[in-house]
């Protein structure tokens, strides 16, 4: 028998799927790539599928967690912020306690998914659980909660070599540093949208920290970003097609600063959604280098539907 949800039932769920961000895909992308990097990486462009359908849904569930966590945090700031008073929490449509009690659920149905896989991954999945509830917080302490931010993400990358491999090698320590700067520069380039109301209410990040530097900064970090993948290349002897997707990768960084050099707000945010092609070249370098061509021209074939559809 089909379920007929009432319009306030309706309205309930759609709240929230709104403060869980399900209608902005971009932050899912964000935590997507470094764990396919990583998963891809481990397994020699053959991972375990198992391991890949658990981090997929993890990735959904814990980026939906993490945001359902920040909004509680931030729900006395976002009513202030011209992009955020609008959210469940800041106006008053949800309560905190159901967004303690729905980052709860979604924790634990994570943890569920995490249970699957080895010991040191499940270990592992304690501390990417500290570093994502902790993060909201650290605007308040530091003007660097993008690098938090930045370890939150790329915490899956040495649970993804644990759950494929057993172990987290040299490499995936690497991997992680580039997902850290990687996350440093593009949430620069996000905090560089909110940062005259930041100021206002007093809120911390590297934006403010950079001040007018903000670009030349950011432009440093992607540098040392790029380095870092072809430090990664060198050691684990990668060929022509990684080199090209870091090429990619370097072309959109550039494409980025070419955005950002007014400090333009719609600009700085349009630089900050085109990091879900940097990690996509990235991706697609690993997947010519390790699974050939007809695997490559899919993942393009599906890159350029997402892009279609994304407009």
Do not use: E, N, S
């Given at each position: 028998m089909r379920r007929v949800f009432k319009p306030a039932a309706r309205e309930r769920i759609k709240l929230y799927l709104i403060l869980m961000r399900m209608d902005r895909p971009i932050g899912i992308m964000l935590l997507l790539w470094p764990t396919l990097w990583a998963l891809w990486i481990a397994g020699e462009g053959r991972p375990d599928w198992l391991v890949v359908l658990v981090f997929l849904l993890g990735v959904l569930l814990m980026r939906s967690a993490g945001c359902v966590i920040n909004d509680f945090a931030d729900r006395k700031f976002d009513p202030y912020v011209e992009r955020t008073q609008d959210r469940p929490l800041a106006a008053g449509k949800l309560q905190p306690a159901e967004a303690v009690l729905l980052f709860i659920i979604l924790c634990l149905i994570a943890f569920h998914l995490v249970t699957l896989m080895n010991q040191l991954t499940v270990l592992l999945s304690f501390?990417?659980?500290?570093?994502?509830?902790?993060?909201?917080?650290?605007?308040?302490?530091?003007?660097l909660p993008q690098v938090h931010l930045g370890l939150a993400f790329g915490w899956s990358v040495p649970m993804a070599f644990a759950a494929q491999t057993g172990d987290v090698p040299k490499v995936a320590w690497l991997l992680l540093m580039v997902t850290v700067l990687w996350a440093t520069a593009y949430d620069t380039m996000y905090a560089m949208v909110d940062r005259e109301d930041d100021m206002k209410i007093g809120v911390k990040s590297t934006a403010i920290l950079f001040g007018e530097s903000d670009?030349?900064?950011?432009?440093?970090?992607?540098?040392?970003?790029?380095?870092?993948?072809?430090?990664?290349?060198?050691?684990?002897e990668m060929g022509v097609p990684y080199y090209l997707g870091v090429a990619g990768a370097a072309g959109f960084a550039t494409y980025q600063q070419?955005?950002?050099?007014?400090?333009?707000?719609a600009a700085c945010f349009t630089a900050f959604l085109n990091n879900d092609w940097f990690g996509a070249s990235i991706f697609a370098g690993l997947v010519f280098q390790y699974n050939g061509s007809l695997w490559g021209l899919a993942l393009l074939a599906t890159l350029l539907l997402y892009w279609r559809i994304g407009r």
């Open positions: 501390v990417a659980v500290l570093i994502a509830a902790a993060y909201p917080y650290m605007k308040r302490y530091h003007h670009t030349t900064i950011i432009g440093m970090i992607q540098f040392m970003l790029i380095l870092t993948l072809l430090i990664i290349g060198h050691q684990l070419y955005l950002i050099k007014d400090r333009d707000r």
